[in-house]
């Protein structure tokens, strides 16, 4: 099969913790109701990611969110790829943040049956690669919601 034409990747993902980041995603969308993050800052040692929640989660929550990860984590789910035409993306995958000039076909990144999104970006070949995901700290501020974490 040929290779679909997709746009140009202008960054070089640590792909354990950009896994991690769909999962927190998808996390916080099941946990909390709200969209996967338009805001996040993903590296190799640590990261932030932020969130639009209209109060502060309480710790017993925050606590949840680690624990979900991890869980998901530990499942040892695959980790795949399909290239699908725009017309063609199912309807629980959001496109509102890609780029105007994406290009027809999408790859989509699939973590088992936890998650789904529209990325060109780098990723593990199944969770367990991903090691223990760890919140270090957590802040609310005008309805912006930030986690900072990384990988142990």
């Known amino acids: 099969m040929e290779e679909p034409l ?3 990747h202008h960054k070089e993902e640590f792909p354990p913790m950009h896994t991690a980041e769909h999962i927190l995603n998808q996390t916080m969308v099941r946990l909390f109701g709200c969209e996967r993050s ?3 800052h993903i590296e190799r ?3 932030k990611i932020n969130y639009q929640l209209p109060a502060m989660p309480t710790q017993e929550q925050i606590a949840e ?3 979900r990860v991890n869980e998901v984590i530990a499942r040892d789910l695959p980790v795949t790829y399909e290239f ?3 017309d063609s993306v199912p309807q629980e995958v959001s496109l509102d943040k890609l780029p105007d000039d994406a290009s027809s ?4 990144v699939r973590i088992g049956d936890y998650d789904v999104c529209a990325c060109i970006g780098l990723h593990v070949s199944h969770t367990a690669e991903i090691g223990q995901f760890h919140i270090n700290s957590t ?3 005008d309805g912006r919601f930030r986690i900072v974490f990384k990988l142990i």
Not at 105 to 108: G, I, P
């Open 139 to 141: 802040s609310w501020q």
């Open 38 to 40: 338009r805001d996040a």
């Open 6 to 8: 997709l746009n140009a």
């Open 65 to 67: 969110i680690e624990r």
């Open 45 to 47: 040692k640590k990261s």
């Open 84 to 86: 699908v035409e725009r």
């Open 105 to 108: 076909t999408l790859r989509l």
